[in-house]
């Protein structure tokens, strides 16, 4: 089992509608939880990071996260073609801050 | 305003050649990374840098070394280049370990033939 683990897509939406994507994570005393948008060509950029159970809100960004069932998502709201991207979710566990990253969910919106 | 910045962008090695991926940051952070992305493998940790003077092996660390040669500079070395190391190379920083996001530079993208 993959220690994050996400659904690599393609996830086509329409723009303006809600796009969800979803992470789940295997050890269970994670600590800090990210979520990075990374443009095809460019740098990972972070857009958001919870670190309680809940929902943690950013302009049109929603990030999700359950320790119990041991999975985080994040809802961007009335999506444009300029979300298009790849989705990174990563993970810190307790040492060194390590952050342990899935594979990336590939969001397309169109117009 | 830097961050973090990488050095060279692109580069093309034969194999068997070696060579040394710079890298610094301007954010006073304590900690660095360096991470290998390979298509439908997602970021992959080399090596890390805890705090300066300290370096621990990651997920791949064979067929690559590292120095943190102050609390700014972490460079990685490819001793003898292999076809398999072809890959883009993103090295990054974090302030307070367990709490802090990592911050990415531009990424060096590296061919081996």
């Known amino acids: 089992q993959k220690e994050v683990e996400q659904n690599s897509g393609p996830l086509s939406v329409p723009e303006g509608a809600i796009a969800s994507l979803n992470c789940t994570y295997s050890?269970?005393?994670?600590?800090?939880f990210f979520w990075y948008r990374q443009y095809s060509g460019k740098s990972p950029e972070l857009i958001m990071s919870?670190?309680?159970?809940g929902d943690k809100e950013d302009g049109r960004f929603t990030a999700q996260l359950n320790k119990a069932s041991q999975y985080v998502s994040l809802l961007i709201r009335d999506s444009q073609p300029s979300d298009s991207a790849t989705y990174l979710c990563?993970?810190?566990?307790?040492?060194?801050?390590?952050?342990?990253f899935g594979q990336g969910t590939i969001l397309t919106v169109h117009p | 305003n830097a961050g973090v910045t990488q050095t060279p962008k692109f580069q093309v090695l034969k194999t068997g050649q070696s060579m040394t991926l710079q890298c610094a940051q301007d954010?006073?952070?304590?900690?660095m990374y360096w991470y290998r992305q390979d298509p439908g493998m997602g970021l992959r940790l080399i090596y890390y840098?805890?705090?300066?003077?300290?370096?621990d092996k990651g997920e791949v660390p064979n067929g690559y070394n590292v120095s943190r040669l102050n609390k700014r500079e972490f460079s990685l070395r490819l001793e003898s280049a292999a076809p398999s190391q072809t890959s883009v190379y993103f090295c990054?920083?974090?302030?307070?370990?367990?709490?802090?996001?990592?911050?990415f530079g531009n990424g060096t993208r590296l061919t081996v033939t």
């Open positions: 919870i670190y309680s159970n």
């Open positions: 990054a920083s974090s302030d307070r370990q367990g709490v802090s996001p990592l911050h």
């Open positions: 840098s805890a705090s300066e003077g300290t370096t």
């Open positions: 990563a993970v810190r566990g307790t040492s060194y801050g390590k952050l342990t």
């Open positions: 954010m006073n952070h304590n900690s």
């Open positions: 050890d269970r005393v994670s600590q800090s």
